[in-house]
């Protein structure tokens, strides 16, 4: 029996009220979309991508890469390389053929595989950065259509490739839109980044894929999993699981969290139903563990006049029409707080436990 992965930092292997996301993702990926998926951070997107192609590895080959991993190009393209690689079971290719590619060599008898490890080894011999890179991104095309396979390139965190400049971009659309043995999944946290990069006309990846924007947790299909959910015969009783859609919005990081650290507390009583009071504990820890985070976030927020009174009148569920803000400047504010991916668009918290912590965690009890 695989051991439950309840890990709240990405590695979970409960993929929670997602269906329609992931059949939305898969159809995409079989009509050869390329998608970009959009959420705060920690609302799952990594985690729902893999749940996708691993569900699909027997159809595809599959590249994950990483762009917050790579310092510069030559990073990067060595990244790509390696997890072009991996797709078809070899690890950290580039230092291997280093030792031996010879090895490699008669590892792999039938023609088209050896002529695979000998199309990454002529490119990683390329000194010229700029055609290292294109060789680089057509080589996983070439490699796909080697293969006779389609090939889903996931790259997470997108939109850290703006440190590479828009030049970079540009290159990188030259090349993919010519890769048609391939489908491009583009995944990143900061909505306002990742929609100037394929949203605005401008831009060199304007209208080159889908965008899929993540929310919070489906509400119906949550507490439909929480009723028949246990952990080691430990069960939530209806009381918790209210507690739980109030105080974390069924947001999916909170959410996994939660349940980790109230199972602990039960654990350690000995009890088998996992009540109300071990949800508002848990919570109560989280936000105390986390303590150092919000008072960052919240430094940072409140350094700009009236910005941190806006965030804070929202924390409160008050109407923003009550404070004596100029109109022009308060919608100003509220685009930045939207940008930084603070507040969505609808003005709700990205993060809802910044709100209890604001709140000084009594709302906890109080509600």
Known sequence: MSKLKLNAGGLSSLVIARDKEQTILKQYIEFSQHTVITAPRRYG?????????????????????????????????????????????????????????????????????????????????????????????????????????????????????????????????????????????????????????????????????????????????????LDNFSINNKTFDKQSIDKLEITTKFHPF????????????????????????????AIKKILDDNNAYFESLWQKINNKKYKGTIFKTLSHSKDLKLLDINSSYKSQLLKELKDEGLLTKDLKFTDPFISLWLNNWKIIDEI
Do not use: P, W
Not at 71 to 91: D, F
């Open 254 to 281: 909170y959410l996994i969290k939660t349940l980790q650290e109230a199972y602990i507390l039960a654990l350690l009583d000995n009890k088998d139903i996992i009540d109300e009071q071990y949800i508002i504990k």
């Open 45 to 225: 997107k990594t985690t729902l991508v893999n749940k996708v192609l691993e569900d699909l590895k027997d159809d595809y080959l599959i590249v994950k890469v990483d762009i917050f991993e790579a310092t510069n190009i030559k990073e990067l393209c060595e990244l790509y390389i390696n997890a072009v690689y991996k797709s078809i079971g070899i690890a950290n290719f580039l230092h291997s053929i280093k030792e031996s590619i010879f090895t490699l060599l008669d590892n792999f008898k039938l023609q088209y595989q050896q002529d695979g490890i000998k199309l990454g080894y002529e490119i990683s011999k390329e000194q010229d950065e700029n055609k290292l890179l294109e060789k680089t991104f057509n080589f996983a095309n070439k490699f796909a259509t080697l293969f006779g396979k389609t090939m889903i390139v996931f790259f997470d965190e997108f939109g850290d490739t703006l440190k590479f400049g828009e030049e970079f971009l540009k290159k990188l659309r030259a090349y993919m839109q010519t890769h048609n043995s391939i489908v491009y999944l583009f995944a990143g946290s900061q909505a306002s980044v990742m929609n100037n990069i394929f949203l605005n006309n401008n831009s060199a990846f304007f209208n080159f894929a889908s965008l899929f924007n993540l929310g919070l947790l489906d509400t119906l299909q949550t507490k439909e999993f």
